[in-house]
């Protein structure tokens, strides 16, 4: 089971930006890496992911705004968050699974981490 660390969130004015990440406990290089978010009273959903072959995709919500991005040494993923809307607020969630070759926006994450508040004032 690989444990999952997510850091970086907080809050911030409409406008800003914040760097995401997650870290992960074993080598995750062959799998593919998530970013859910769910904001009160919402389900959760898919923000952005990537899979192994680096192929990444995006909810239509933050295209051009988000970017993900994986350093496969450090076992770690991020996500730029920039352009913030007070609708961004949510806790995010990291999630990985080892279906790596996978759409990664189609697979059911099986490792979840514990989340981080990003809060966006207007």
């Known amino acids: 089971q690989v444990q999952l660390v997510e850091s970086g969130g907080g809050l911030v004015q409409a406008g800003g930006s914040l760097r995401l990440s997650c870290a992960a406990s074993g080598r995750t290089f062959s799998y593919a890496m998530g970013w859910f978010r769910q904001a009160p009273g919402k389900e959760r959903e898919i923000v952005s992911c990537i899979n192994s072959a680096d192929a990444t995709y995006y909810v239509d919500s933050v295209k051009g705004r988000f970017a993900i991005s994986r350093d496969n040494a450090e076992n770690t993923v991020y996500l730029q968050v920039n352009s913030l809307k007070p609708e961004d607020t949510a806790v995010y969630y990291c999630?990985?699974?080892?279906?790596?070759?996978?759409?990664?926006?189609?697979?059911?994450?099986?490792?979840w981490g514990q989340g981080t508040q990003v809060t966006v004032s207007s």
């Open positions: 999630a990985t699974d080892e279906r790596g070759g996978s759409a990664c926006e189609w697979i059911p994450y099986e490792n």
